[in-house]
């Protein structure tokens, strides 16, 4: 890879330029102003890349980039005044920005306890329930799409309807044969307009048409459809606890995280302390 890309910057410059570079400047690809791009650098960058590029692509989109930013910084030089050109407080601000977050993280991953016992995400959920209310229509459902020729498909309702394990493991099956999309994991909640997206349900009305359907089926081009709804709740109504979740999960990480940096700080900082490596006047 690397011999076919240093042909493809070969060929490029040879097409490109037509005063060919000195013996010694046979590495050079371009040059703005005092500025110059290698071909050594073009290969570094290239292997640095993850991108699924091929290597002719990527040396002219490079090129073109670099010549790019370096005129716009020729010219940033030339037009700001000193003072506009000046970024030293942010740069050196950043570069400590990101040492601190570099061993921050690296105290996560050594202390950091991400298990959250289903007692406190219970009691989190009981004492914030004015903060779980739903934004849109959720269900817990069934549903089966199978082809529309799938030889009794009266019979494979009747059994669906039953909800008995070893039917819906059946229609599972259909489904895999078929390779057509189905669910039945009775304990979690979805989005009522995520069931929308796989099922050709029409409706101007979701709640009125939750209230009124339990078992839906319907045929529309090549596919059936079966759909229970074993549980829906309604917008502007209380979020389920199980469908909060993973919602509640992340929060309480969160609380920790932020509790255990904040220990971890001070600690530090009371080392530096104890160590005399602090002094102030």
């Known amino acids: 890879m690397r011999l076919t890309l240093q042909i493809a910057i070969t060929l490029l410059v040879l097409s490109a330029c037509s005063d060919k570079p000195s013996d010694n400047q046979q590495d050079i690809v371009a040059k703005v102003g005092e500025k110059v791009l290698t071909e050594s650098e073009i290969i570094r960058q290239y292997h640095k ?6 290597s002719a692509s990527f040396v002219k989109d490079y090129k073109a980039e670099w010549i790019r930013e370096q005129v716009l910084l020729e010219k940033a030089h030339n037009m700001l005044t000193e003072q506009e050109r000046d970024k030293s407080e942010l740069v050196s601000q950043y570069y400590n920005d990101l040492l601190i977050y570099e061993l921050e993280k690296k105290f996560l991953e050594q202390e950091l306890d991400t298990a959250v016992s289903e007692e406190a995400l219970r009691a989190y959920y009981d004492n914030n329930l004015k903060n779980f209310e739903l934004k ?11 082809p529309a020729d799938l030889p009794n498909q009266k019979k494979l309702w009747n059994k669906f309807k039953t909800g008995e394990k070893k039917y819906l493991e059946t229609l599972e099956r259909l489904c895999d044969l078929s390779e057509t999309n ?5 304990s979690l909640w979805l989005s009522f307009n995520d069931l929308l997206k796989e099922v050709p349900i029409t409706t101007y009305n979701q709640e009125s048409y939750l209230n ?15 759909v229970e709804i074993l549980d829906f709740r309604i917008r502007n109504s209380t979020s389920p606890y199980e469908f909060e979740k993973p919602r509640i999960k992340n929060i309480l990480l969160h609380k920790r995280k932020v509790e255990l940096l904040q220990q971890i700080e001070d600690e530090i900082v009371e080392e530096a302390y104890r160590d005399l490596k602090v002094k102030t006047y």
């Open 136 to 146: 849109e229509n959720i269900v817990r459902l069934r549903f089966f799409s199978l």
């Open 49 to 54: 890349t993850e991108m699924s590029m091929d």
């Open 182 to 186: 189905y669910f039945y994991n009775d």
């Open 212 to 226: 009124n359907h339990r078992f839906i089926r319907l045929e529309e081009k090549d596919y059936s459809y079966f």
